[in-house]
């Protein structure tokens, strides 16, 4: 069985390298696992909305191989962390 990434317990920071990680069904699915750096962080009333925390956190990202800002923005749940390392 495959280990199936999870996104941080706590919110990003700008600065962070994340990975997209989309289900193959997403609108948005040709990013899925496009490493990018979190250059903005934006707080709403989902998390209110749905009882868990992190919903609230959405972010503007900027592709690391492309230095490009995606026209997007992406929830938490969306992203997971990438290590020091890649």
Do not use: K, N, W
Request: charge should be negative; glycine fraction near 4%.
């Amino acid at each position: 069985m495959e280990d199936i990434p999870q996104p941080a317990t706590d919110p990003y920071s700008v600065g962070d390298r994340v990975r997209i990680y989309l289900d193959a069904d997403d609108p948005d699915a040709e990013l899925h696992g496009t490493v990018c750096e979190v250059v903005d962080v934006f707080v709403d009333d989902l998390g209110a909305e749905t009882s868990r925390d992190l919903d609230a956190y959405a972010y503007d990202l900027r592709a690391v191989d492309s230095d490009r800002e995606l026209s997007v923005p992406f929830r938490h749940r969306d992203l997971v962390p990438v290590e020091a390392d890649q």
